[in-house]
């Protein structure tokens, strides 16, 4: 060793904590390999090395990569800190077999937390020894000891060469065979997951052929779960999916879940339309919503004829399936109208017509104009089903919606059915069509309708009284002279309305109301609302007298 490196090593022993650090690091930077450095670095490591020390020790034993410093790491296998432990292991498992012998001195004696930290360097090291080391774990009585170890191993396989995960899988495909494993299934179940996580080519026969019906339930399972862990692609798709199709209805859920789990990620063809209709009827929730979901990604004929039955499936997941597709299919624009049509249930024809809203800009002329017949028959019947498909026709030309709605309400008040002509006229309010002949035809309707109970706090709710304040409010509209040439309006009506407005406070409120009641003496003179009219008139007239100033 040169002078350089004597000094820089000397500096190890320094009491100089920043020294000792800078000497590691240089030692880090050009990774000298000669035995005399190595121990100068183990030996500083040994000697109460802070945390910081230890760090950059560590950095330099890498940089080194000579199997001379794995007994200086060793201790810090179980050192506390999760940084020291995971690059100590990641130090001793470099050093490939040479360290096997005595990784597995210390797996002989080691607590359960320090037989994870040896099987995670066993898992990186792939060659046969240490392979074996693992199998041989695989006895242990300790579940979390072996699930830990088939874990190590499917972490760090992904690191390893195809030829070493070839010669792993054989390795494993004869210790599955031994005499030992034939004897204990859960060492075969803990095979069947290596087999997995390895992926070598033949894994998938191998697997195939343990999870086949023949075999126990727990074995089946896991060998589907070492399935879900290998690629599989071209011709073997065919074949794979022809035995998990069977696994699908198998009663065990779990099975089937798995079975399915692998399908979903398969590139299916396009030829299984049949396969995904019988699996419909299957036993578990998943695979009928799975089946829905590749029949409903495509848009033809058959398969949204076959969504729409799918709507009434007693699984909800299918029906919202098919409910999703019919609304993204272009396609089904013409059968969903069709069955909205005759639809006569009206949740069923809420749910159609809700389906149909991304639709709305496929809607032709001829079926607007067949819709909006439907909304005025169905109004005109009672039948309550004309909701959803006034919302539908809102949905499409809104205009056309209101259009029927204020031309029904305006037959059922020329018919005096009062009610059916507010419930038609009032659904326009919040709509741009509601303008001031709706409000009118609708005040009057309300108006007809109304108790005419002059209690002040009663009045102040009549939505008839409000629906002539406003148009009185807004002076554009001919209010006085429309209510005077209305026909359908009897003396009751007028006096009601023209003591409630002679009653408010303002002048054009008061002379609105004393023309009413005039109106009321005028047309009906001999009936008891012109008597109450006139009396009415005359108050509001001595009323007026009194508060007029004196000269």
């Given at each position: 060793m040169d002078k350089n490196l004597q000094k820089v090593c000397g500096m190890l022993q320094s009491p100089d904590g920043m020294r000792r650090c800078a000497a590691a690091m240089v030692l880090a930077e050009l990774a000298p390999?000669?035995?005399?450095?190595?121990?100068?670095?183990?030996?500083?490591?040994?000697?109460?090395?802070?945390q910081l020390l230890t760090r950059y020790i560590l950095e330099a034993f890498d940089a080194i990569s000579t199997r001379a410093v794995v007994p200086y790491v060793l201790p810090l296998l179980n050192a506390e800190d999760l940084e020291t432990k995971l690059r100590a292991v990641g130090i001793v498992a470099r050093a490939g077999g040479d360290v096997l012998p005595e990784v597995k001195k210390q797996l002989a004696t080691a607590t359960p937390q320090q037989?994870?930290?040896?099987?995670?360097?066993?898992?990186?090291?792939?060659d046969s020894a240490a392979f074996q080391v693992i199998l041989e774990v695989l006895f242990e009585t300790d579940f979390e000891l072996v699930k830990e170890t088939c874990q190590a191993v499917r972490r760090h396989i992904t690191d390893a060469a195809p030829k070493d995960r070839l010669a792993l899988h054989k390795q494993v495909v004869?210790?599955?065979?031994?005499?030992?494993?034939?004897?204990?299934?859960?060492?075969?179940?803990?095979?069947?997951?290596?087999?997995?996580?390895?992926?070598?080519?033949?894994?998938?026969?191998?697997?195939?052929?343990?999870?086949?019906?023949?075999?126990?339930?727990?074995?089946?399972?896991?060998?589907?779960?070492?399935?879900?862990?290998?690629?599989?692609?071209?011709?073997?798709?065919?074949a794979v999916l022809r035995q998990l199709v069977k696994c699908l209805d198998e009663t065990d859920p779990v099975i089937a879940q798995h079975a399915l789990d692998i399908v979903e990620k398969l590139p299916?063809?396009?030829?299984?339309?049949?396969?995904?209709?019988?699996?419909?009827?299957?036993?578990?929730?998943?695979?009928?919503?799975?089946?829905?979901?590749?029949?409903?990604?495509?848009?033809?004929?058959?398969?949204?004829?076959?969504?729409?039955?799918?709507?009434?499936?007693?699984?909800?997941?299918?029906?919202?399936?098919?409910?999703?597709?019919?609304?993204?299919?272009?396609?089904?624009?013409?059968?969903?109208?069709?069955?909205?049509?005759?639809?006569?249930?009206?949740?069923?024809?809420?749910?159609?017509?809700?389906?149909?809203?991304?639709?709305?800009?496929?809607?032709?002329?001829?079926?607007?104009k067949k819709f909006s017949a439907l909304v005025a028959r169905d109004i005109a019947d009672g039948k309550p089903r004309y909701e959803s498909f006034c919302y539908f026709l809102r949905n499409v030309d809104a205009k056309a919606a209101d259009a029927v709605l204020r031309d029904t309400g305006l037959k059922f008040k020329k018919a005096k059915k009062w009610g059916k002509a507010v419930d038609c006229l009032r659904q326009l309010i919040n709509t741009e069509s509601f303008d001031n002949e709706?409000?009118?035809?609708?005040?009057?309707?309300?108006?007809?309708?109304?108790?005419?109970?002059?209690?002040?706090?009663?009045?102040?709710?009549?939505?008839?009284?409000?629906?002539?304040?406003?148009?009185?409010?807004?002076?554009?509209?001919?209010?006085?002279e429309r209510l005077k040439k209305e026909a359908i309006l009897d003396a009751a009506d007028l006096c009601y309305a023209g003591f409630h407005f002679a009653e408010l406070p303002g002048a054009e409120n008061a002379e609105f109301g004393r023309a009413l009641l005039e109106q009321v003496a005028k047309r009906w003179p001999a009936s008891k609302e012109a008597k109450a009219a006139k009396n009415k008139l005359k108050l509001a007239a001595g009323a007026t007298a009194s508060t007029a100033p004196q000269t």
């Open positions: 390999k000669e035995p005399a450095v190595v121990k100068a670095l183990g030996e500083a490591i040994q000697n109460n090395a802070s037989k994870l930290v040896l099987v995670d360097i066993l898992a990186r090291i792939h004869k210790f599955m065979g031994s005499a030992r494993v034939k004897k204990n299934d859960r060492v075969l179940t803990s095979c069947l997951l290596l087999v997995g996580h390895i992926s070598a080519p033949d894994a998938r026969n191998l697997l195939l052929k343990y999870a086949s019906p023949r075999q126990l339930g727990y074995i089946r399972r896991n060998a589907l779960i070492g399935l879900k862990g290998i690629g599989i692609t071209g011709a073997a798709v065919s299916l063809p396009q030829s299984c339309d049949a396969q995904w209709r019988k699996l419909l009827k299957g036993k578990h929730g998943p695979v009928r919503a799975f089946a829905a979901r590749k029949l409903a990604a495509t848009d033809n004929a058959a398969n949204n004829k076959l969504m729409l039955a799918l709507l009434a499936h007693e699984d909800p997941h299918v029906s919202e399936i098919a409910a999703s597709a019919l609304a993204r299919h272009k396609g089904a624009t013409k059968l969903l109208l069709d069955a909205l049509a005759r639809e006569r249930d009206v949740e069923t024809a809420w749910r159609l017509a809700k389906i149909l809203k991304p639709h709305s800009e496929s809607v032709d002329k001829k079926s607007l709706t409000r009118y035809e609708l005040s009057i309707c309300n108006l007809k309708l109304s108790p005419k109970d002059v209690s002040p706090h009663l009045r102040a709710e009549d939505h008839a009284l409000r629906g002539i304040q406003g148009l009185l409010v807004n002076k554009t509209f001919p209010i006085l």
